[in-house]
């Protein structure tokens, strides 16, 4: 496994065909999200191009946007992202 040592795992529910599964989500996978240009960050075709252009594998854009949405935004301090960020992030 080539992931960082410090990767924490949080199970996110991702329906495949019908089937649910858990698939771990890792640090990287977020912070992959969060080191996109800001401004881009919002609206479906978003999501759908960063699921397109393979930032996550086998995240369905569906699973990106709600995973940003319900667990990043509102633990955005506990990343290490820059001051500049962080605060984009908590005024948006």
Same mark, same amino acid.
């Given at each position: 496994?080539?992931?960082?040592? /410090?990767? %924490?795992?949080?199970? *996110? *529910?991702? !329906?495949?065909? #019908?089937?649910? @599964?858990?698939?771990?989500? %890792?640090?990287?996978?977020? /912070? ?5 240009e800001?401004? =881009?960050? #919002? #609206? !479906? ?8 252009? #393979?930032i *996550?594998?086998?995240?369905?854009? +569906?699973?990106?946007?709600?995973? %940003? ?5 509102? !633990?955005?301090?506990? =990343?290490?992202?820059? @001051? +500049?960020?962080?605060? =984009? %992030?908590?005024?948006?």
């Amino acid at each position: 496994d080539k992931r960082h040592p /410090l990767s %924490f795992h949080i199970k *996110c *529910c991702r !329906n495949l065909k #019908g089937v649910g @599964l858990f698939q771990t989500f %890792f640090v990287e996978e977020d /912070l992959a999200m969060i080191d996109r240009e800001p401004a =881009y960050l #919002g #609206g !479906n075709e978003t999501w759908k191009a960063m699921e397109k252009s #393979g930032i *996550c594998q086998n995240r369905s854009w +569906q699973s990106l946007k709600e995973r %940003f949405r319900k667990r990043v935004l509102p !633990n955005i301090e506990q =990343y290490e992202v820059d @001051l +500049q960020t962080k605060m =984009y %992030f908590n005024n948006s």
